[in-house]
């Protein structure tokens, strides 16, 4: 047992974030909240540097890695907060052509969730829904109205859950007014099927749930860098605050979230077990929401401006945390687990 | 990132377990929970089986009578121990974890030759003198004095909190030796026999009945200088090393024993119909993701561990934050199970819930652990 990135992995990761500084820096980002369309060119240059091909055999144009070194590049792009649909390119790359080399952006979006809401639909060419095999017994807890999209698909396809296709401009939706800035978000109200995907759902969302959770691993780690920066360079009573120890705790807290997400997160991509990946997605969500809730508070004021990043960590942290298993799904499963 | 075991260690975790398998249905039945002499002489009797099987300081090194094994067998070992139900380290907890490590690191030969064997054979129980009545977290105050005469130092002061000092035949003693100086840099690190004229020990007893832990008082006790471990005044650094043993991974297997009583908790829960209550059936989920976590947190420090020298680094303050924490969680979590059954003392759920009181305090309070992480982990300044 050797639970140490090996010299690969941590060469992917350096990669990874220094490709980031330099494509998508802080400049890019506020860009990106003034003007939140996918940068397609951007997009393009994450696929030719194997970004969404990750994992495709190499006799298939990929780069043949794994889980693992996947949850590596998601983490980074957490820390950027970098946007888009990455874990619905990254888990389709071998499924739906263009996806790997970046030509073409296609969205996941879970029939069960209510309201059924669809990632960037200005930017997406291709909507992909799954439905069923979520929560306990299979089907979730229902699309809403019931003749919703998640509804009709359920009776077809039973609890294994099935996954299809349609084009972007086949979808009817509603407004929706996002609550992160850099990720719109669309109601989807009636959903035509252009095509069933063989996909295997199970897997898709597990491994949909690990990838969302190295991106709130990445955003946990990067608000406790944040608070610690902010803590040694802001004064009052003329120390830097962090001399203070209610400062100094809750920045210590935010470490130890953060490391615990990343246990669990890391582990969970050796193992690829069910209750290891429900595990490290309610600790990752855990870590990110409340570690860019410290960070806020250690910002002061300033934390509450629009100027100051927290926000949008946060505001990102609340998305992912509602998607692929809450924390109320992911404790139920895990208590159910423990009688098993 | 490599999460299976080698064939060597699953070779090694299946002796093992052949072994706890033969030796564990033979024991006597543990003595109860307040006897420390009678735990004492059923914690030594253990040791001694380990010894005897070749078991005994399993991650020690060769040369000071270890078997040299990897801080992963390590691991295997604790897992698997903890697994079968084997008696805890007990009342040898100090020597075996810290005293020891501390003696292989910085004894000398004479010094590692004399008090190493006895301790891996189950002869000597070793207690801490660290914390005084004034000094507990700022353990650099500490006032008992040695003062040099011929070749012994004559130590006269209190100490207090002392693990095991009941039971105990030695004692890893912080002294000032030097009164003058900057107060980090003139404390010395003593080995005492508990048996010295002149040492006083006044049982305190716990919130949870026992015995546990004592007063020590020192009048006039004569140590020989040969007892000093490291230089003299170089002390403070010794005892940096004893610390990061005792939080490294004093705690690794009871994690193991934290995910066992979790799986007890929900059986229960469902046989006496509380597992319909959400908010109880949701904390039991969520401290599975916990536990299951510390595990691999676990696995991740001694990852490191195996390759950074053998002195566990600060990951063992990350981790004692959470664990301490989750295991008071744990027996809450408990007590709601019971429901007023956890007003019975004697349920091994109460005892341990009591005595998990102690884990946010014991070994570096969770306040402590706090700045260790924000001033050495993260580098923020110093301050009051
Ligand atoms: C069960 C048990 C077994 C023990 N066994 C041993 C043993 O075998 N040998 C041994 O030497 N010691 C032992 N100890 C002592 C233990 O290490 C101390 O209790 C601990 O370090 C705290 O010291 P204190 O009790 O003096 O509390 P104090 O230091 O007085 O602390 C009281 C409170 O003040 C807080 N506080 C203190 N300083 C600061 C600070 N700078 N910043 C923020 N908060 C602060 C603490 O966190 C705590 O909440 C044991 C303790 C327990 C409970």
């Known amino acids: ?340 | 990132m490599d999460l299976t075991y080698s064939p060597e260690e699953e070779d090694f975790r299946a002796r093992l377990r052949t072994w706890l398998g033969e030796v564990l249905p033979g024991l006597p039945p543990k003595p109860a929970a307040r006897d420390w002499p009678g735990r004492r002489a059923y914690d030594t009797a253990w040791q001694r089986m380990l010894f005897d099987a070749g078991y005994a300081g399993l991650h020690w090194p060769r040369d000071a009578g270890g078997q040299g094994a990897t801080p992963t067998q390590h691991l295997i070992f604790l897992e698997e121990t903890e697994r079968a139900g084997a008696p805890y380290v007990g009342a040898n907890f100090v020597g075996l974890l810290h005293a020891g490590p501390t003696l292989a690191a910085e004894g000398s030969p004479g010094q590692r030759a004399r008090w190493l064997p006895p301790i891996l054979r189950g002869d000597d129980v070793w207690c801490q003198g660290f914390s005084e009545p004034d000094a507990g977290s700022d353990l650099a105050a500490l006032r008992t004095r040695a003062v040099r005469d011929g070749d012994s130092y004559v130590v006269s002061g209190a100490k207090i909190w002392t693990s095991h000092a009941e039971v105990a035949d030695w004692c890893e003693l912080l002294v000032r030796t030097d009164p003058d100086v900057p107060r980090h840099r003139g404390i010395s690190w003593l080995a005492m026999p508990m048996d010295a004229p002149g040492v006083t020990v006044r049982p305190l007893r716990t919130l949870a009945g026992s015995t546990e832990f004592a007063e020590v008082f020192l009048d006039e006790v004569r140590i020989p200088v040969g007892n000093r471990v490291g230089a003299e005044n170089d002390g403070w650094r010794v005892t940096m090393v004893t610390l990061s043993f005792e939080r490294g991974t004093a705690f690794v297997g009871e994690v193991v024993a934290c995910r066992r009583v979790l799986g007890a908790l929900a059986r229960a829960a469902r046989a006496n119909g509380r597992w319909d209550d959400d908010v109880l059936r949701r904390t039991l989920g969520r401290l599975n993701a916990e536990f299951a976590a510390l595990w691999r947190l676990t696995q991740w420090n001694v990852s490191e561990a195996q390759h950074g020298g053998g002195v566990p680094g600060t990951g063992g303050s990350v981790f004692k934050l959470r664990y301490s924490h989750a295991r008071q969680e744990l027996y809450d979590a408990a007590a709601e199970v019971l429901g007023a059954g956890a007003l019975d003392a004697d349920h091994e759920w109460v005892a341990d819930r009591l005595s998990s009181l102690s884990y946010t305090i014991a070994a570096g309070t969770s306040q402590i652990q706090k700045n260790i992480v924000a001033e050495r982990v993260l580098g923020l300044p110093k301050g009051r």
């Open chain 1, 1 to 340: 047992m050797d639970f140490r990135l090996t010299e690969e992995q941590r060469a992917l990761r350096d990669g990874t974030r220094e490709l980031l500084a330099k494509r998508f820096g802080r400049e890019r980002l506020r860009a990106a909240v003034d003007a939140p369309g996918l940068d397609r060119a951007l997009w393009r240059e994450l696929g030719g540097a194997g970004f969404f091909a990750l994992r495709l055999p190499e006799r298939a144009g990929g780069v043949g890695l794994g889980l693992p070194e996947a949850v590596l590049v998601l983490e980074e792009a957490g820390r950027a907060l970098l946007p888009g649909p990455l874990v619905a390119c990254q888990l389709l790359a071998g499924a739906v052509d263009g996806v790997a080399a970046g030509e073409r952006i296609v969205a996941l979006c879970e029939a069960e969730r209510d309201p059924v809401l669809w990632e960037h639909p200005g930017d997406c060419d291709e909507l992909i829904l799954v439905e069923g095999g979520a929560g306990r017994g299979g089907a979730g807890p229902g699309g809403g109205s019931g003749d919703g999209p998640g509804g009709a698909l359920r009776g077809a396809q039973g609890r294994t859950g099935g996954a299809c296709r349609s084009a972007a401009d086949r979808i009817a939706r509603a407004p929706f007014t996002s609550l992160d800035p850099l990720t719109p978000l669309a109601r989807v109200t009636d959903l035509r099927r252009t095509a069933p995907l063989a996909l295997d759902v199970p897997r898709l969302r597990r491994e949909a749930a690990l990838l969302t959770a190295a991106q709130q691993l990445g955003s946990a780690v990067r608000t406790v860098e944040m608070a610690v920066g902010h803590a040694r360079e802001r004064e009052q009573f003329g120390v830097p605050i962090g001399t203070f120890q209610a400062i100094k705790h809750l920045c210590a807290q935010m470490l130890v979230r953060a490391e615990i997400a990343r246990s669990a997160v890391y582990a969970a991509a050796v193992t690829e077990r069910a209750d290891e990946v429900t595990a490290a997605k309610l600790l990752a969500d855990e870590a990110a929401v409340r570690n860019a809730r410290d960070c806020l508070q250690v910002h002061g004021g300033m934390g509450f401006t629009w100027d100051v990043d927290v926000h949008l960590h946060l505001k990102r942290a609340w998305l992912r945390a509602e998607r692929w298993g809450s924390a109320r799904e992911a404790e139920e499963l895990l208590a159910d687990g423990l009688l098993a």
